[in-house]
């Protein structure tokens, strides 16, 4: 008997230790140092090697031109990101600048990060006359709480080879979604090559609702996702799989090989046309076809999403106006060139978007219209950065992966996230 | 459920007085240490500290916190707000994907516990012949559990493909293999096959254990005329039942704890048909902010794990044999 209850509060006490893995916790320890006139920062950015050599740049020439600012530069890979900085803020030690995107308001509705319009203007630093209309995107409650640091618009890829191929004009911002279709049909041999990349990416349909006059979310605030013209954008992006079959079918995507998508697709001739960011042209640069980008089509209106990226300030910084120096210094010319010098992204300073180191980039080894970006500048819509964002895109997900997958009805899907979205928003 | 996990408490605390009693009597005259005796027990302290401390600090301290987190609504930046029980309400009462969650997990659980032992028994058995390249076929079959399985998920994706090997080789018997991963009436049974791809661990413990079953028993029982069928449902299996009781044990907790799995092939989709429980809490704590409820479903699955737990444990002396325990 002895040996067994032994043996039974073994098992035991290896249940309860395996539990426990599922029990959270959250702990944080560090310190921040400010002596002999030199403030030390915190800064922590995602990314992989090609961020980490671009921010460590930017960063050098900083303390550089700013002796009196050290930088302990924190790079963790990109999902990882929002739970570490989630960790160091609740323990207390938020990272003096931080990287944001799309979840930034998690952060400023809760008062973890600084309103940063008063440094602004302190600083001098007028933020539509470096970032144009992409100054503001980061804002809660008209307030700003982030200043652009890399900002890009979604663009079309087309392979020139397969347009010559099948004779079909290239694309521009003038065509309408009519002669994107109509290109697309074109360009498709059954089974084997596709006009398009697909749709399924929020970034991209949405893209497509805003040129229909819709929103996701409105002007108030209401959710608006089964509006008419949302419907219609949805519904054409899975007809273009299910209908008219110039998309591959998630099937046909996962026949291709693991974690395949718009992106590798184009990289390998399957698919004509692809819309995506600026990260795709490195990629492409080795590649043995001719390619080029151009802005997003449109529809009733001109409209395409933007992807970028911002620097905040945390409650918990020490020195916030030593951090909005640093951000300061990070989002003007010098600092930004290095963004595109490394083929890294898009920078978010208007003035090096139209300067010729963006436009004729040293690494381009042919001629990529990279005036694409500048131009596409002009209608990008301003996505609902809402707190709720990470369970906005959860509502989503959940009611569209069979609809993506084997096809369905836009209308009956959209009614349903309709309601989750307003259960979510009204929560706030 | 409810009423084995009293009938457990009750066997446990039918046993505990006894035991108390003994050691009461033990401490009433508490003999004054020997100077040897005293440097042995600070040595006992002293080695025994590192699990205590980690013991204390690691699991007890997070887990009590957590049950406390559980009763708040708390997002980790603003200071928790008290909200008693709201928590485990949303959860039983107001949220479907909670309960399409544990379902999904039930599924799970189900079919690839019994599935991995029973696979693991079956090779442990072949393993146990004496056949030529009996090394190589052990080290082959506990080579999968080596692979991270972050590169077994990967490799996954391309043998779940429509059109992939798997499909290929049904096809081959005339089946039309599913969109495994894509369609939501699919996606749990893929998950299943790939958890069967880890039933090397529990082979290598199957197979250690008929190793250790002295040979006499099989000449006896050969003696006695009894076939290698009648062998092992009569000598092997409740001779390795332990064994199998701890595999049973372990698989249940890991099965219901599946994460990294979704969380790489599926997250959760399509549509959440293979989101599980462990994934749902993560979703909440580290995307949605939810650490209150997050809290709440974790306690909710440790609950849903011991009441399981303690339904085997219950089961287990009407089957599981050990040799010590003359009965």
Redesign the interface.
């Known amino acids: 008997?002895n040996?067994?209850?032994r043996?039974?509060r073994g098992?035991?006490g290896?249940?309860v230790?395996?539990?426990?893995?599922?029990?959270?916790?959250?702990c944080g320890s560090g310190e921040d140092s400010g002596d002999g006139g030199v403030t030390t920062l915190t800064m922590t950015v995602w990314g992989g090697d090609v961020d980490k050599k671009s921010y460590q740049q930017r960063v050098d020439m900083l303390e550089e031109a700013h002796p009196d600012i050290k930088v302990d530069l924190q790079l963790i890979p990109s999902e990882q990101y929002?739970?570490k900085v989630?960790?160091m803020?609740?323990g207390g030690n938020g990272p003096d600048i931080m990287q944001v995107a799309e979840g930034v308001n998690?952060?400023s509705s809760?008062?973890?990060i600084l309103p940063l319009d008063e440094y602004a203007s302190k600083a001098g630093l007028d933020l539509s006359e470096r970032f144009g209309p992409t100054g503001s995107l980061y804002s809660y409650e008209d307030k700003v709480y982030a200043i652009p640091d890399r900002s890009g618009a979604m663009i079309v890829y087309y392979n020139k080879d397969l347009f010559d191929a099948a004779g079909v004009d290239y694309p521009t911002a003038d065509w309408t979604q009519e002669d994107a279709q109509a290109a697309m049909e074109k360009l498709t041999v059954p089974g084997k090559q596709w006009g398009y990349g697909g749709a399924g990416w929020w970034a991209q349909w949405w893209s497509f609702a805003y040129q229909n006059g819709g929103q996701i979310i409105d002007d108030a605030g209401a959710p608006t996702a089964n509006s008419p013209e949302v419907v219609d954008a949805l519904q054409w992006a899975n007809d273009l799989t299910f209908k008219d079959h110039v998309v591959p079918t998630?099937?046909?995507y996962?026949?291709m090989?693991?974690?395949m998508g718009g992106d590798p697709a184009f990289a390998a001739q399957k698919v004509a046309m692809n819309t995506t960011g600026f990260w795709a042209i490195g990629g492409l640069l080795e590649a043995d076809f001719a390619w080029d980008i151009a802005p997003m089509w449109q529809g009733e209106e001109q409209a395409v999403s933007a992807f970028g990226s911002g620097l905040a300030i945390s409650r918990d910084s020490e020195s916030p106006d030593k951090a909005f120096e640093a951000i300061d210094y990070l989002t003007d010319t010098d600092a930004q060139q290095v963004i595109i010098d490394n083929a890294q992204d898009v920078p978010a300073n208007v003035e090096v978007q139209q300067s010729d180191a963006f436009l004729k980039p040293e690494w381009a080894t042919k001629d990529i219209n990279m005036g694409a970006f500048a131009q596409s500048s002009d209608f990008v819509f301003t996505s609902p950065l809402i707190p709720?964002w990470?369970?906005m895109q959860?509502a989503f997900?959940?009611?569209?992966?069979?609809f993506?997958?084997?096809g369905g009805d836009a209308k009956t899907q959209l009614d349903a996230i309709q309601t989750e979205l307003e259960s979510i928003v009204g929560q706030g | 459920m409810a009423t084995d996990l009293g009938a457990v408490l009750g066997a446990a605390r039918a046993q505990g007085p006894r035991r108390a009693r003994g050691r009461r009597a033990d401490r009433l005259p508490r003999p004054k240490l020997s100077r040897r005796g005293r440097t042995e027990a600070r040595f006992f302290w002293l080695f025994v500290s590192p699990w205590l401390v980690g013991f204390l600090g690691f699991l007890l301290g997070p887990m009590i916190a957590s049950v406390y987190i559980s009763l708040t609504e708390w997002d980790s930046f603003t200071p928790p707000v008290f909200v008693g029980l709201d928590n485990y309400v949303q959860a039983l009462t107001g949220d479907p994907v909670f309960w399409q969650a544990l379902w999904n997990t039930f599924y799970y659980a189900a079919i690839s516990v019994p599935l991995g032992l029973a696979v693991g028994l079956w090779l442990a058995n072949l393993l146990n012949k004496r056949v030529r390249g009996r090394k190589f076929f052990r080290t082959m079959i506990y080579l999968p559990t080596l692979v991270p399985l972050v590169a077994t998920a990967m490799v996954f994706k391309m043998v779940l493909a429509p059109s992939g090997p798997l499909n290929d080789l049904l096809g081959l018997v005339g089946v039309e293999g599913p969109n495994w991963l894509l369609d939501p009436l699919w996606v749990k049974p893929a998950l299943i096959v790939l958890s069967a791809w880890g039933a090397g661990s529990a082979t290598v413990l199957l197979l250690s254990a008929m190793n250790g079953i002295p040979r006499e028993f099989y000449e006896a029982a050969e003696i006695d005329g009894a076939g290698p069928f009648r062998q092992f449902w009569s000598i092997t299996f409740p001779q390795i039942t332990p064994i199998i009781f701890f595999n049973l044990i372990m698989g249940l907790i890991g099965a219901f704890q599946i994460f990294s799995q979704v969380y790489i092939l599926t997250q959760g989709g399509p549509d959440n048909a293979s989101m599980m429980v462990v994934p749902l809490l993560f979703d909440q704590a580290f995307g949605f902010y939810h650490f209150g409820y997050a809290s709440a479903v974790a306690w909710l699955l440790f609950v849903v794990i011991i009441g399981f737990t303690a339904l085997a444990f219950r089961t287990s002396r009407r089957w599981v044999f050990y040799e010590t325990e003359v009965r």
């Open positions: 008997m040996a067994r209850a043996w039974i098992v035991a290896t249940a230790a395996v539990l426990g893995m599922s029990a959270l916790a959250a929002e739970q989630q960790t803020i609740a998690v952060y809760k008062n973890q998630a099937a046909e996962a026949d090989g693991p974690d709720e990470n369970e959860a997900d959940d009611n569209l992966g069979t993506w997958n084997e």
